[in-house]
């Protein structure tokens, strides 16, 4: 199978990278010449256009910042739908509104290819290492056809049933990592200013019932200072906001959910827009003049688990 991948941005171009350390038929696409320099100096073929790529490939895959870079990508001149032909699969690998997956989807269909949303959670370390978790909604046959590519880029890939589903999966999994985090900015104050041995802290709560994934990987960078978790304030306010958006849909009246949104707005105020999405957390140390700082902790996480093949769940 040939596969093409447009956007090699912080989770795009380690999910490509999987697939070309595993010998797939690659063809890349990204506005930044230097990834696509990068990738075509290890053996990926370079496509000048996305059109030009969807007509090189039997599966595009597209992993973009945000819905309105996607439709730009598939409705423009020389996008995907004029490059796709019967039997071809798009896979939306980006974090998007279930809505506007169907809206693409349904033009898809029409050119008599097939659509799929597969986006994944796990954080960037375990994209580098393929050991990241993947959602994908769609037709079962497609998906079916295209689990070897899946199964390389992720370690557990999961079909969530209908086109749309896996993109609502992955907003309500975002939506409760922001929540942990911010919890976890509160959480660090009041262990701060009891004067709490921070790397003891660390510990117990990773074995305690108030642990997540979140505490284990973002506290990490958080105590060491960097911050950095290789995904930045505006992606999360994004996500946020499309899980916001998703409950005003469905007249579901939430409560946490629109103080989370103001949050990070207002992180995204503070710091910028590109600032690391933990520096929520710096939010409670400047109100409470402190820091999270303890030493032993990485300013960058790395994912040691050996890469392994993936596996339906």
């Not at 809505?99 to 597969?118: C, F, M, N, T, W």
């Not at 049933?161 to 900015?185: D, F, M, P």
């Not at 990987?217 to 105590?223: D, F, N, R």
């Amino acid at each position: 199978m040939k596969v093409g991948f447009i956007g090699l941005g912080n989770v795009g171009s380690k999910l490509a990278g999987s697939l070309l350390r595993n010998k797939f038929d690659l063809t890349v696409r990204d506005l930044d010449h230097n990834l696509t320099k990068n990738f075509n100096d290890l053996g990926a073929k370079v496509a000048n256009s996305a059109k030009e790529l969807t007509e090189q490939v039997d599966l595009i895959i597209t992993c973009l910042p945000s819905p309105k870079i996607c439709a730009e990508v598939m409705e423009g001149e020389n996008g995907i739908l004029n490059g796709l032909s019967e039997n071809k699969i798009w896979l939306e690998m980006s974090t998007t509104d279930d809505s506007e997956v169907k809206r693409i989807g349904k033009k898809v269909i029409e050119k008599k290819a097939i659509p799929l949303d597969g986006p994944v959670s796990g954080g960037c370390h375990r994209a580098a290492t393929g050991n990241i978790a993947i959602f994908v909604g769609g037709e079962r046959n497609a998906f079916e056809k295209i689990l070897p590519v899946l199964t390389t880029m992720g370690r557990k890939v999961l079909h969530t049933g209908e086109l749309g589903s896996a993109s609502i999966l992955k907003v309500i999994t975002n939506y409760l990592a922001s929540v942990h985090l911010v919890a976890l900015g509160e959480a660090w104050t009041v262990a701060k200013k009891s004067n709490l041995d921070l790397s003891k802290v660390y510990k117990g709560i990773a074995v305690s019932s108030g642990n997540s994934f979140v505490h284990e990987t973002e506290s990490q960078v958080i105590l060491n200072g960097s911050y950095n978790i290789n995904f930045t304030m505006d992606l999360v306010l994004k996500d946020t906001s499309l899980f916001d958006q998703l409950a005003e849909k469905l007249k579901a009246p939430l409560e946490i959910s629109p103080k989370v949104v103001e949050i990070f707005k207002d992180g995204k105020e503070k710091y910028g827009s590109r600032a690391w999405s933990s520096m929520i957390v710096k939010r409670m140390e400047d109100l409470n003049k402190i820091n999270f700082r303890a030493e032993g902790f990485p300013d960058e996480l790395i994912d040691n688990e050996d890469e392994q093949k993936g596996y339906e769940l």
